[in-house]
Nanobody
Framework: QVQLVESGGGFVQAGDSLRLSCAAS????????VAWFRQAPGKEREFVAS???????DYVDSVKGRFTISRDNAKKTVDLQMSNLKPEDTAVYSC????????????????????WGQGTQVTVSS
């Protein structure tokens, strides 16, 4: 299994950018798909983006064109580059991982993902 630690959260103004990073420890990170979720106060956890072992990405509609997910298997990291941030992006962002076969379709459901980090707070002020 991998252990995940997020970093890069902070307090920004609307329109600013932030880059979140999910660092993994453990072996065979390249065999894991990784996703980012977020949870705002009083709301359910929401899928944000995922990246497969082969680098295919998926995004929730609300972040398409603004967020980019990428992975570096050598560094064992998955980053979420967030641009043109909006107040509604305010949430705790968590990364999650799942050991998958190369061609496995990924799910947006939280219970699909087995390993989770602790999360990092992103606050966007208007």
């Amino acid at each position: 299994q991998v252990q995940l630690v997020e970093s890069g959260g902070g307090f920004v103004q609307a329109g600013d950018s932030l880059r979140l990073s999910c660092a993994a420890s453990g072996s065979m990170f390249s065999r894991y798909a990784v996703a980012w979720f977020r949870q705002a106060p009083g709301k359910e956890r929401e899928f944000v983006a995922s990246i497969s072992r082969s680098g295919n990405s998926d995004y929730v509609d609300s972040v398409k064109g603004r967020f980019t997910i990428s992975r570096d298997n050598a560094k064992k990291t998955v980053d979420l580059q967030m641009s043109n941030l909006k107040p509604e992006d305010t949430a705790v962002y968590s990364c999650a991982a799942r050991h998958t076969i190369l061609t496995a379709p990924l799910s947006r459901a939280a219970d699909y993902w087995g390993q989770w980090g602790q999360g990092t707070q992103v606050t966007v002020s208007s």
